[in-house]
């Protein structure tokens, strides 16, 4: 068994022994979690009136009733950390109602190398590959442009409002600015040089609403959004041909700042805080509704977030997360993307990847800092299982803030 998955075993088990009253065979563990989130959701209490984030801010009700107003004011509630998941989880928290919360992330990516399927490819093996292009004019039999590697700056600008104590609003906008660099080889498949393209803009928006199921021991609520068509699908760069000459193209795929389709996101959100200790769980999909103007959608993705947090004292969380993945390929085509090139081909995405992230969340207790979190996780895949050839990730870093006010009080 490979490490990675006898630290994966090992987690999972680890979790499921300190959180469920029983046991069960390891190989239905992932089965077990959904089923023990879904069985714990229905067991747990009604919908109790103190959503969101109660744990944050004292109800104004139940302060105002229990504290005689002649007595000194205490020391303000502690401001809980692991109130938010590791700050890569999107649509993690209720808000309570009349409660706004401003984030940005930034987000840096690398990806290097070429991957078909669970392995590793040489350049040998890469430039044996055929060009599904050929037959065009002026496209080679194989592939003869190779991607090296590729850098990936994201940045996520969001806002969420407690329209009621059960159902948050969120609005997310997604900036990238993505750099690759590529090598030319000549049709006897010698290196002749390599060339850089980049874009940047905007590439992605979203709207969405968070529904609470239930509260207490186990919180649970679920997301319905929609993904907006949102930044373009034409960028163009000089692209450095295997007859040496240099042309402008359009981009392929991967380096197209928006990916144009509506899309449907559904999810459920699924926690459980014991003392110092936070659980939790989130299955999500964005489902592209349609093609895009040119042509072709993404496939259908697939994401299964579970997260373990430990909080020492209210300002400090540490987090580890485990991402699951799983993409289709592109379907249909953009008839203006084609050269001898593996991101040119709509077979060459999607696949499956599992991520495992470290990480830590702050939050300010008082003076200027309260209500103000920083967090910050860097993550590195385990396996990547990859519609290839296509590079896999190296790492990422998600750096975040947020801020939350009440426009009530
Ligand atoms: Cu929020």
Known sequence: MPPWRQALRNFLSIQMSSSLPFSFPGRRRWRCLLTAAAAGWLASNPVSHAFADADERPDPVVAASTTPPAQPDPEPE???????????????????????MLSYRFMPMAMSGLRDGPSDLTDAE?????NPFFGN?????????????????????????GLTD??????????????MTLETHNLPGASIGTFDTATWGLSGASASALIGLADGNIRTHLLAGVGLP?????????????????????LPYAMQPGSGSFEARPGIVVQSKRERTTLGGQLAARLPLGDNSEGYRTGNAYLLNMWWMVQPTPAVA?????LLERMGAIEGRDPMIAGPVPTADPANYGGGRI??????????????????RLALEFGRPFIQD?????????????????????LTN
């Open 318 to 322: 540490f987090s580890m997360r485990f």
């Open 230 to 250: 949102a930044g373009s699908l034409t960028e163009t760069g000089e692209a450095l041909l295997p007859n040496g000459t240099r042309r402008e193209v359009r």
């Open 355 to 372: 991520t495992g992230y470290l990480g830590v969340n702050v939050a300010g207790q008082s003076g200027v800092l309260r209500e103000h």
């Open 166 to 179: 059960r159902i948050t609003l969120m609005a997310m906008g997604m900036m990238v600015g993505r750099d």
């Open 386 to 406: 990859l519609n290839g050839p296509q590079m896999p990730r190296d790492w990422e870093l998600i750096i975040g803030w947020q801020r939350s006010w009440s």
């Open 137 to 161: 004019p002026g496209q080679p039999p194989k592939m003869r442009i190779l991607p090296r590697d590729m850098t990936m700056q994201m940045h996520m600008f969001g806002t969420m409002y």
């Open 78 to 100: 502690p401001y809980d950390a692991d109130g938010h998941a590791p700050i890569g989880v999107i649509g993690d928290h209720l808000h309570a109602a009349g409660e706004f």
């Open 126 to 130: 890469a430039l044996a590959m055929d």
